[in-house]
């Protein structure tokens, strides 16, 4: 889960012209368009009434865009809100503390003084998320809360554990947010609706590649990587001649192999209408259509899925990762770093541990694009996500503090890169350079938070020339997912659906990592378990809901 969580947000070098390609504008909205997005999605609304005149005119005073100059909040500019009494905003992250939060956070706190606010945050580690992420919910004292598809956001929003968000809020308490948020981006947090969460301000491309070792390639006489055949005969190439001589998997592999199952399955040009932690819904992309309900099929029952797990037995079953794979606890990614595995697949991210493992002398490191010429998606608005909490004591103290997060150039930068001169620095171009020691102590974009309330301005200076010529390989063939609007309400279902994330929680994992006798056996087996636990209602359940939606289109 690391991995996906991971997936998009350390890759920050992505040219102008590919933002363009996916369709989307992840910086300049104006107000009013804003609140009509926000305001269109809730069935109840009333219209957004206009912030006072001396906000108003502290706003028109502001760049026109992010990126185009600095935003400053003021506490002018929450006119609305009551801050004569102090309040602390309690926030919940994911993920593992930087050395130095710390030190950033007391900054940040200094920063909202004139606000009579402060920030106080808990970050649930990887190890304990999964486990505390509900009981934070249901305990009361939260404010604030990272959410994503992946991160619980259907679950928790189904039980009503989020505030919910109209466009008189917004207008009122998080006016800068109502004037810079993508007009777009509101609609993928919106169900049955209701806006229950912030999106991220940002769309950029998300193509999936494998990284290798080069220089172990080299050893055995494999110069480049052009399809999944080449990379499945990388793979055996090492299990059967690298691995007994030094101990290098493969691929380092651990929980599961979802980040091949998405390489792989981008040569079929595919996209999903629901990504549910296991529970995915999946079709082909046909140009200049939307699916119909039987295009769209539980992924197990996708053919090509099938043949992928028989793939992924092959490959176990010769060697190229560890039988103890699923229950291992270092990450792929983190392994292919410490030179234990050959290889990694995801997006742009792997050159951060390209660049790990290069730092050993004679380590080569390269990167492959195995799918072209199919298509590259586009991340989501609402991969990552803020939320207030329903049992905010102070909902509208708790927006605000979230408005500066996303919008304020000084806080923003502070949770995305640290502070200026210790852990960066950031030229007229707004491209930054970390500081020695910045890596250990405050990687740039890691905290989670970073995620949802960047704005797509910020890159890094001097990037890996390997990332750009990847990034720039898929200027033609960006295509943004055509049902990302469309989102699965599982209240009516979510016995069913429960019950079938628990055989799928059992199964899945040991097909992607072909550590099962008969595939088809299993797969069969998955498939008839899942159709016993209530499959076909929650199926009845989701073409009901995306044949209305569709309807709309």
């Known amino acids: 889960m690391k991995k996906k969580v991971l997936s998009i947000i350390l890759s920050v070098a992505m040219t102008a012209g590919v933002l363009t390609a996916c369709g989307e504008s992840a910086s300049t909205t104006s107000a009013d368009t804003t609140t009509q997005s926000a305001g269109s999605a809730e069935q109840t609304q009333t219209s957004a009434e206009a912030p006072a005149a001396e906000s108003?005119?502290?706003?028109?005073?502001?760049?026109?865009?992010?990126?185009?100059?600095?935003?400053?909040?003021?506490?002018?500019?929450?006119?609305?809100?009551?801050?004569?009494?102090?309040?602390?905003?309690?926030?919940?992250?994911?993920?593992?503390?930087?050395?130095?939060?710390?030190?950033?956070?007391?900054?940040?706190?200094?920063?909202?003084?004139?606000?009579?606010?402060?920030?106080?945050?808990?970050?649930?580690?990887?190890?304990?998320?999964?486990?505390?992420?509900?009981?934070?919910?249901?305990?009361?004292?939260?404010?604030?809360?990272?959410?994503?598809?992946?991160?619980?956001?259907?679950?928790?929003?189904?039980?009503?554990?989020?505030?919910?968000?109209?466009?008189?809020?917004?207008?009122?308490?998080?006016?800068?947010?109502?004037?810079?948020?993508?007009?777009?981006?509101?609609?993928?947090?919106?169900?049955?609706?209701?806006?229950?969460?912030?999106?991220?301000?940002?769309?950029?491309?998300?193509?999936?590649?494998?990284?290798?070792?080069?220089?172990?390639?080299?050893?055995?006489?494999?110069?480049?990587?052009?399809?999944?055949?080449?990379?499945?005969?990388?793979?055996?190439?090492?299990?059967?001649?690298?691995?007994?001589?030094?101990?290098?998997?493969?691929?380092?592999?651990?929980?599961?192999?979802?980040?091949?199952?998405?390489?792989?399955?981008?040569?079929?040009?595919?996209?999903?209408?629901?990504?549910?932690?296991?529970?995915?819904?999946?079709?082909?992309?046909?140009?200049?259509?939307?699916?119909?309900?039987?295009?769209?099929?539980?992924?197990?029952?996708y053919e090509p899925f099938r043949q992928y797990a028989k793939d992924m037995k092959e490959m176990a079953d010769a060697g190229c990762w560890s039988r103890s794979a699923l229950t291992n606890t270092v990450t792929d990614d983190d392994a292919f770093g410490a030179l234990q595995g050959a290889s990694i697949a995801w997006n742009a991210s792997v050159f951060t541990y390209i660049r790990q493992a290069e730092q050993t002398d004679g380590v080569v490191g390269a990167a492959y694009d195995i799918t072209k010429p199919h298509l590259v998606g586009c991340e989501a608005y609402s991969n990552n996500d803020m939320a207030i909490t329903a049992s905010s004591k102070n909902p509208e103290r708790a927006a605000m503090v979230l408005d500066i997060m996303k919008m304020d150039t000084y806080v923003n930068r502070l949770i995305l890169l640290g502070e200026e001169g210790k852990h960066y620095t950031i030229n007229e171009n707004n491209e930054y350079t970390k500081v020695d020691g910045a890596t250990e102590n405050y990687p740039p974009m890691t905290v989670s938070a970073s995620w949802a309330i960047k704005n797509g301005e910020l890159s890094e200076a001097g990037g890996d020339p390997r990332e750009k010529e990847v990034s720039d390989s898929w200027e033609e063939r960006v295509v943004s997912n055509p049902t990302i609007t469309f989102v699965f309400d599982d209240t009516n279902v979510s016995n069913e659906k429960a019950a079938v994330n628990t055989v799928l929680n059992s199964y899945v994992p040991m097909l992607e990592l072909g550590l099962v006798d008969d595939v088809d056996a299993t797969l069969d087996k998955m498939i008839k378990e899942c159709y016993d636990s209530g499959l076909q209602t929650v199926l009845d359940e989701f073409y009901s809901q995306y044949e209305a939606w569709l309807a709309t289109r």
């Open 56 to 301: 108003t005119d502290l706003l028109a005073g502001l760049p026109s865009a992010i990126g185009e100059g600095t935003v400053t909040a003021t506490p002018e500019m929450y006119s609305g809100i009551d801050l004569s009494k102090p309040y602390t905003v309690q926030m919940y992250l994911i993920g593992d503390t930087p050395n130095d939060w710390d030190e950033v956070l007391g900054l940040i706190n200094d920063y909202l003084k004139p606000f009579n606010t402060d920030l106080n945050v808990t970050f649930l580690s990887w190890s304990d998320y999964s486990t505390m992420y509900s009981l934070v919910l249901q305990g009361g004292d939260a404010d604030l809360i990272f959410t994503a598809p992946w991160c619980y956001m259907y679950t928790e929003a189904a039980k009503g554990s989020f505030y919910t968000l109209d466009s008189d809020f917004i207008a009122k308490c998080m006016p800068l947010t109502n004037k810079y948020q993508a007009a777009e981006s509101w609609d993928e947090t919106t169900l049955s609706g209701k806006t229950i969460a912030v999106p991220s301000n940002t769309a950029q491309p998300m193509g999936k590649i494998v990284a290798i070792r080069q220089d172990i390639a080299d050893k055995y006489g494999i110069s480049e990587l052009t399809s999944w055949d080449d990379y499945k005969n990388f793979s055996l190439t090492v299990a059967e001649k690298e691995t007994p001589e030094t101990g290098v998997y493969a691929l380092a592999a651990a929980g599961d192999n979802n980040e091949l199952w998405d390489v792989y399955r981008e040569q079929y040009d595919t996209f999903l209408a629901l990504d549910s932690d296991f529970f995915d819904m999946i079709y082909e992309y046909k140009e200049g259509s939307l699916p119909t309900k039987d295009d769209i099929k539980l992924v197990y029952e």
